[in-house]
């Protein structure tokens, strides 16, 4: 069984013990949070907006992959270079 979940705008489709890596959550380390499901997918079965949800347990809080910024406007001997790393949330999903 699957299930399709919105999370911070962005949506992941998750099985049971699947672990990924979501938008920064306020949720400390080790605690277990609720998430609504927005479909569930059971072989050939799919029900739109059914009334559970999931339950998935907080692992860690990382930072993503560097992104480098680089602003340059020639022949004006301006240019910037910029790193960003976005905070992310390690879950791992307990039960559908």
Same mark, same amino acid.
């Given at each position: 069984?699957?299930?399709?979940?919105?999370?911070?705008?962005?949506? @992941? $489709?998750?099985?049971?013990?699947?672990?990924?890596?979501?938008? &920064?959550?306020?949720? *400390?380390?080790?605690?277990?949070?609720?998430?609504?499901?927005? *479909?569930?997918?059971?072989?050939? #079965?799919?029900? $739109? #907006?059914? *009334?559970?949800?999931?339950? *998935? &347990?907080? $692992?860690?809080?990382?930072?993503?992959?560097?992104?480098?910024?680089?602003?340059?406007?020639?022949?004006? &001997? @301006?240019?910037?270079? #910029?790193?960003?790393?976005?905070?992310?949330?390690?879950?791992?999903?307990?039960? $559908?």
């Amino acid at each position: 069984m699957q299930a399709l979940i919105k999370i911070s705008d962005k949506q @992941y $489709l998750v099985k049971q013990g699947d672990t990924l890596f979501v938008p &920064r959550q306020k949720s *400390a380390v080790g605690e277990t949070m609720a998430i609504k499901t927005m *479909a569930q997918i059971d072989g050939e #079965n799919t029900v $739109l #907006n059914p *009334a559970g949800s999931i339950q *998935a &347990r907080i $692992l860690g809080h990382v930072k993503d992959e560097k992104v480098i910024v680089f602003k340059k406007k020639r022949r004006k &001997r @301006y240019q910037s270079r #910029n790193g960003h790393r976005q905070q992310m949330t390690q879950i791992e999903v307990l039960s $559908l």
